[in-house]
């Protein structure tokens, strides 16, 4: 089969690979259909993900029809059409009990690695590094998809590729990222970051009772978009004094919570084992933070900072005086996908929600590099690329 491969920094193809296999008795073999690029995926491109290798197979945002399935996959049919949740998760464990998904302790294979960064293991991931289990992802024609009894839902036949695919990852992390808020009728929440999931956290605000959305980037085209799309207020950071103009705008107080999505999404990028390879990685450590320490200053006193953003290891000059001074609750975590694809789904059918409104490029699977080099570059407003195999 075709699949894009990562190749090195900045270097993605699309190579022949083997076909993937039923390896397990819960594993589902999914025919993709849609498939797009996460801003998640730029750290793998840009070579900040530790433990890739030549050859890997990317991707985490795919749909498609089951193909093949295991004998222990019961709820699941040869021809359904599904969406696959990015953590892989086996619905069993005491974390999944929790519908803590991305938390799975069973779906890791190389869990050593991510302890020594972090403590404890988050599920695996496809096609996100050896650090998050070495599973292929689905910038592909096929994709083995685990736990196919937990991961994938089917989706109805009325509902087109483009309305559905997102409940893979970023719609529910854009909405996780909202719901953390504890979000009130009347509350006033900024978002840092106009990428695709800062728009769903827009769009989610909105839907959890925000009376106003303040939506804060760079780029004329993404302000446009969650002005038009998620119905935000917009401010550009390059042209306006940010601190200000939110003090301004909420009669002296700020936001009620603030959301950083600068991060685009959240998923882990493992850092290296040692500190001394975060130290190579300062640039990734050093633009983040600045949204972070933004929003945790500019957030109310007793508000909520909610962090959709990824970070991967240490920050430095965390604000933790105002926290501490001002009793603001820090939230954060990587999407628990599977607990929001039903009510979400739910959403897009009664016709509250209509995700596709962030898609800015359909390109072919064959494409995919030109895909890559352009939402890397920002060319051409791109926000969103969607491949078809
Ligand atoms: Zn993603
Ligand atoms: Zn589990």
């Known amino acids: 089969m075709k699949a894009t491969c990562w190749m090195g920094l900045r270097d993605v193809q699309v190579r022949n690979v083997p076909d993937p296999k039923i390896l397990n008795s819960r ?3 999914v025919k993709i259909t849609s498939t797009a690029i996460c801003g998640s995926d730029l750290h793998l491109y840009n070579g900040f993900i530790p433990s890739m290798r030549k050859g890997d197979v990317v991707g985490h945002e795919f749909m498609g029809e089951v193909v093949e399935l295991g004998r222990d996959v019961h709820n699941l049919e040869i021809g ?19 519908e ?46 685990p736990f196919a009894d937990v991961g994938p839902i089917k989706v109805p036949e009325e509902l087109e590729d483009d309305q559905v695919l997102f409940l893979s990852d970023i719609l529910p992390t854009g909405y996780m990222a909202a719901e953390m808020c504890g979000i009130e009728p009347g509350d006033v929440v900024a978002v840092w970051g106009c990428g695709p999931v800062g728009q769903f956290a827009i769009k989610s605000a909105y839907l959890l009772g925000a009376e106003r959305v303040i939506a804060i980037d760079r780029f004329d085209y993404r302000l446009e ?57 300062l640039f990734m450590e050093t633009d983040r933070p600045v949204a972070l320490r933004q929003a945790i200053l500019a957030c ?29 609750t820090i939230r954060s975590g990587q999407c628990h996908v599977q607990r929001y694809m039903r009510p979400l789904l739910e959403h897009i059918r009664a016709g509250d929600l209509d995700p596709s409104y962030i898609i800015s490029h359909h390109l ?22 969607v491949l078809h195999p």
Not at 254 to 262: K, L
Request: hydrophobic share 35%; aromatic share 10%; proline share 5%.
């Open 364 to 385: 072919k699977l064959s494409e995919a590099a030109d895909g890559y080099d352009m939402f890397f570059k920002k060319q051409d407003a791109c926000l969103k690329v």
């Open 100 to 145: 803590m998904y991305s938390l799975c302790e069973n779906s890791n294979p190389n869990a050593w690695m991510a302890e020594k960064m972090w403590g404890y293991s988050p599920c695996g991931v496809f096609g996100y590094s050896h650090l998050l289990g070495g599973y292929a992802g689905g910038q592909s024609e096929y994709a083995r998809v």
């Open 300 to 328: 109310r006193s007793g508000g909520t900072v909610s962090v959709a953003g990824v970070y991967g290891g240490f920050i430095d000059k965390f604000p933790m005086g105002a926290i501490v001074n001002r009793s603001l």
């Open 225 to 281: 978009v969650a002005r038009r799309g998620g119905g935000a207020e917009t401010l550009n950071y390059e042209e306006t004094n940010i601190p200000e103009a939110l003090e301004e705008m909420t009669g002296g107080r700020g936001p009620d919570h603030c959301i950083d999505a600068v991060g685009m999404e959240g998923h882990a990028p493992g850092v290296a084992f040692a500190y001394d390879k975060l130290k190579t990685n």
């Open 27 to 29: 594993d589902a073999i």
């Open 80 to 98: 359904d059409r599904v969406v696959v949740p990015f953590p892989i998760a086996c619905g069993r464990c005491e974390q999944c009990s929790r």
